[in-house]
């Protein structure tokens, strides 16, 4: 089993900087990480361990700063199985309870876009993370997604996410994000 709670005290000083929160891009990179074929398994797990000891280090240097997390959905469970049949456990964030160094936001983009059982699981982990109370839950979905905007708000409301709606992952940066019909 690899762990990721050991000191780390190469964070930029930015993470202290005066903003109240901060926005952790792509941390789904780790995602790449779990069955990368020219690593060894042992690497593997070490570089996804590494992205969680990551998150965990921002919070813990920054703890009033809100946090949120941008994808990055296999490392949100109790654990991270890496590699395909030989394989090594890696503690995940398990966002299901409290951490003081979890994120306190974390966003699922082009939610509800996909189906299968597993991104189902995780939509199911989720929504307990969600209910209990330590990381919130958010939604972006997209106009150019296989999801209407209707289902996305009905789907994002029966979960208890907190959504937002934009037009593509191209132009999220030039416009606004719209909020369900009647907010």
Known sequence: MVTSDRS??????SITAPCPAHFLDTV???DLYLNRPEW?????????AAMIHLIRDIKRVAPKKFIMQNRGLNLIGRSVIVGETAQIVVLGLDLEHRHP?????????SAFAHSGDWIEAREREMIRIQN???TSVFTLGYSDSSV?????????????FIPAWA?????LHLELTQQPPGK
């Open 148 to 160: 209407s905007r209707k289902t996305f708000f009905q789907k994002s409301e029966a979960d208890g």
């Open 132 to 134: 209990n109370g330590f």
């Open 8 to 13: 780390h005290k190469g964070l930029s000083p």
């Open 28 to 30: 789904d990179t780790a």
């Open 101 to 109: 160094g979890n994120p306190d936001g974390l966003l699922w983009e």
């Open 40 to 48: 060894s398994i042992p690497r593997r797990a070490k570089s996804v």
């Open 167 to 171: 037009s593509s992952t191209t132009k």
